[in-house]
C-alpha cells in the first residue's frame, strides 16, 4: 500500500477522490430540496444517516453557497403555509425552533402585528362556531321552550369552550384568544 493515504479523511485531501466521494451526497441532498425547502439542520440529520458528517458539512455549505439551501426561505415557507392553515405564533415559533431555524430568523418572520393574528383567530371561531350553530338547528325545534334555551346555552358554551381549546393548541396567545371569543 506503499504511499497512499489509507485514513478516509486523508483520501478527500486529494480533489478527485473528495469530488467522487461528495456527488453521491450533493445528488441526495438535490434530490431531497427537489421535492420541497428544508432547513439547514434538518437536511443535516437526513443526510448524515447515511452520509459522512465531514461530507455532509462540504455539500450543505456549497448548497448554501449557491442559495439552494436557505433557512431564511424555509422560514418564509413554513410561516406562510402556518399561518395559510390557521396556527398562531407560539405554533409557528416552536417548529421552527424545532428544525433549527435561528431565533432572529424566527423573530423576523413572526413580527406580524397583533391585528393579524387576532383576524386569524376571530376567522377561526367564525369558522367553528357557525357551522356548530347550524348543526343544532334541527334539534331546537323538538324541545320545551325553557329547556330548548338551557340547552342551547349549554351547547353554546361547551362549542365556545372547545374553539378556545383549539386555539390554544394551535399557538394564539391567551390575550388573542380572550379578544377572538368576546
Same mark, same amino acid.
Given at each position: 500500500?506503499?504511499?497512499?493515504?489509507?485514513?478516509?479523511?486523508?483520501?478527500?485531501?486529494?480533489?478527485?477522490?473528495?469530488?467522487?466521494?461528495?456527488?453521491?451526497?450533493?445528488?441526495?441532498?438535490?434530490?431531497?430540496?427537489?421535492?420541497?425547502? &428544508?432547513?439547514?439542520? /434538518? *437536511?443535516? $440529520? %437526513?443526510? !448524515?444517516?447515511?452520509?459522512?458528517? #465531514?461530507?455532509?458539512? @462540504?455539500?450543505?455549505?456549497?448548497?448554501?453557497?449557491?442559495?439552494?439551501?436557505?433557512?431564511?426561505?424555509?422560514?418564509?415557507?413554513?410561516?406562510?403555509?402556518?399561518?395559510?392553515?390557521?396556527?398562531?405564533?407560539? &405554533?409557528?415559533?416552536? /417548529? *421552527?425552533? $424545532? %428544525?433549527? !431555524?435561528?431565533?432572529?430568523?424566527? #423573530?423576523?418572520?413572526? @413580527?406580524?402585528?397583533?391585528?393579524?393574528?387576532?383576524?386569524?383567530?376571530?376567522?377561526?371561531?367564525?369558522?367553528?362556531?357557525?357551522?356548530?350553530?347550524?348543526?343544532?338547528?334541527?334539534?331546537?325545534?323538538?324541545?320545551?321552550?325553557?329547556?330548548?334555551?338551557? $340547552?342551547?346555552?349549554?351547547?353554546?358554551?361547551?362549542?365556545?369552550?372547545?374553539?378556545?381549546?383549539?386555539?390554544?393548541?394551535?399557538?394564539?396567545?391567551?390575550?388573542?384568544?380572550?379578544?377572538?371569543?368576546?
Amino acid at each position: 500500500m506503499g504511499g497512499e493515504p489509507t485514513s478516509p479523511t486523508a483520501r478527500h485531501n486529494d480533489p478527485s477522490d473528495r469530488d467522487t466521494a461528495v456527488k453521491p451526497v450533493r445528488n441526495a441532498a438535490l434530490r431531497c430540496l427537489a421535492r420541497r425547502e &428544508y432547513a439547514t439542520q /434538518e *437536511l443535516r $440529520q %437526513k443526510l !448524515i444517516r447515511k452520509y459522512s458528517p #465531514d461530507l455532509v458539512a @462540504d455539500v450543505l455549505g456549497e448548497l448554501i453557497e449557491q442559495a439552494l439551501l436557505s433557512d431564511q426561505r424555509y422560514a418564509e415557507m413554513l410561516v406562510c403555509s402556518r399561518i395559510n392553515r390557521g396556527y398562531g405564533p407560539r &405554533y409557528i415559533a416552536s /417548529e *421552527l425552533k $424545532q %428544525k433549527g !431555524i435561528s431565533a432572529e430568523l424566527i #423573530d423576523e418572520h413572526l @413580527d406580524i402585528s397583533a391585528e393579524v393574528w387576532l383576524e386569524q383567530a376571530q376567522q377561526l371561531v367564525a369558522k367553528r362556531l357557525n357551522g356548530r350553530a347550524r348543526e343544532n338547528e334541527p334539534e331546537m325545534a323538538q324541545a320545551s321552550e325553557h329547556k330548548q334555551e338551557e $340547552q342551547a346555552r349549554q351547547r353554546e358554551t361547551a362549542a365556545r369552550e372547545r374553539v378556545a381549546r383549539l386555539l390554544s393548541r394551535r399557538g394564539f396567545p391567551s390575550d388573542v384568544i380572550y379578544k377572538a371569543m368576546a
